[in-house]
């Protein structure tokens, strides 16, 4: 018996249907485009389940910092949005740019730039002298940063008397806060640059440039007693975030209504509830909820009645009673092209299930 045992400790080394830690495919930085320095983080290699495209993190702009999950199936229409970012923005294919804040790579998603053939990279350090040093070193044409970082970053090059060394004509992409208004006077006179304002956050990718809507199921639905704020909504799903509506137009683009550089966080927030699926299971229905907490950090509850094996799903968005001390009315989502992100992470699930990559050193009892 102990020869059997032998040639089984032989043949493991060699052959076998699971992968050794050797032979596990590898995800590392550079494979995700941000391989780049922060002051904010530390390098941890995880183990990173296959139904997921990659794993990101939410920026800690207004609550704890929190894992997200990217799917496969969210992908195609994440990378057109970013796509649709770059083009009206004006930057060309195989521009060079320069990110100052590596994770925000993983709101376009590195797959985005890679197809779009932008050439980007990061600074030596997170900091304002280092950003200064990598557009005299490496003259880019875009800029990917924060708008408040950018605009102290240029007010010191005027004030150590360098502004003139810089490249001049730069598009300046600005997120992951909100847009500083101080800084499209600074970046005329120091770089004569164009500062477009992206809005999106890592869960869902970019949702809006200078106030026009990167997607199709971008929605903005009015706020009960909001004072004409507006709460945004992708394929569904409600981002916690409101917005007034101007007919005048966004700073950056007239043409863009949404002003999106004064955002407030809604109160009381919305409730999702799936009144009906093109799902056959409620059980797969649950799971797409529980999922959509898990990796997005949405609530999505399931009503009592839901229809099943409806012709398309069918949101209510509902004001949260409780938090609002009274009933406030809401809205119901029946159209196919406003429902996708709530329809592609369905597939996602289904996608799921239907080729789930088991380990068999971890089987659970049905």
């Given at each position: 018996m102990a020869g059997i045992l032998q040639e089984i400790s032989a043949l493991v080394k060699d052959f076998g249907?699971?992968?050794?830690?050797?032979?596990?495919?590898?995800?590392?930085?550079?494979?995700?485009?941000?391989?780049?320095?922060?002051?904010?983080?530390?390098?941890?290699?995880?183990?990173?389940?296959?139904?997921?495209?990659?794993?990101?993190?939410?920026?800690?702009?207004?609550?704890?910092?929190?894992?997200?999950?990217?799917?496969?199936?969210?992908?195609?229409?994440?990378?057109?949005?970013?796509?649709?970012?770059?083009?009206?923005?004006?930057v060309k294919p195989h521009d060079k740019a320069v990110v100052t804040y590596p994770p925000l790579v993983n709101v376009f998603a590195g797959e985005a730039?890679?197809?779009?053939?932008?050439?980007w990279s990061f600074l030596i350090r997170s900091s304002r002298d280092a950003f200064l040093a990598a557009l005299y070193e490496q003259q880019p044409q875009v800029v990917v940063g924060e708008s408040s970082f950018l605009r102290a970053a240029l007010e010191d090059a005027v004030h150590m008397g360098v502004a003139q060394e810089l490249p001049q004509g730069l598009i300046l992409l600005t997120a992951g806060t909100p847009l500083d208004?101080?800084?499209?006077p600074v970046a005329e006179k120091v770089l004569k640059a164009k500062v477009h304002d992206l809005y999106g956050c890592q869960e869902f990718g970019w949702l809006a440039l200078d106030g026009v809507p990167l997607r199709d199921d971008v929605e903005l639905l009015p706020l009960p007693g909001g004072k004409g704020m507006h709460e945004l909504t992708v394929g569904g799903l409600p981002m916690g975030d409101s917005f007034p509506v101007s007919e005048s137009g966004h700073v950056c683009d007239r043409s863009?209504?949404?002003?999106?550089?004064?955002?407030?966080?809604?109160?009381?927030?919305?409730?999702?509830i799936v009144k009906a699926s093109t799902l056959a299971s409620a059980t797969t229905l649950g799971r797409v909820a529980r999922t959509i907490l898990r990796?997005?950090?949405?609530?999505?509850?399931?009503?009592?009645?839901?229809?099943?094996?409806?012709?398309?799903?069918?949101?209510?968005?509902?004001?949260?009673?409780?938090?609002?001390?009274?009933?406030?009315?809401g809205y119901v989502i029946d159209d196919p092209a406003k429902t996708k992100f709530f329809d592609d992470l369905v597939q996602a699930q289904l996608d799921y299930q239907q080729n789930s990559k088991a380990d068999p050193v971890w089987t659970k009892r049905k």
């Open positions: 249907s699971a992968p050794t830690m050797e032979e596990m495919p590898r995800r590392p930085l550079a494979a995700k485009g941000i391989a780049g320095p922060t002051a904010a983080h530390v390098i941890e290699e995880v183990h990173t389940p296959l139904n997921l495209s990659y794993l990101t993190f939410t920026t800690g702009s207004s609550a704890f910092q929190n894992i997200v999950g990217i799917t496969h199936a969210e992908l195609p229409a994440r990378v057109a949005a970013s796509h649709e970012a770059l083009r009206r923005s004006g730039l890679k197809a779009y053939g932008l050439e208004l101080e800084l499209l863009g209504h949404i002003i999106t550089y004064r955002r407030e966080r809604t109160y009381p927030e919305f409730e999702v990796i997005k950090g949405r609530v999505v509850k399931i009503a009592p009645d839901v229809v099943l094996k409806a012709p398309r799903t069918v949101l209510e968005l509902r004001p949260d009673c409780i938090a609002a001390g009274r009933e406030l009315p």
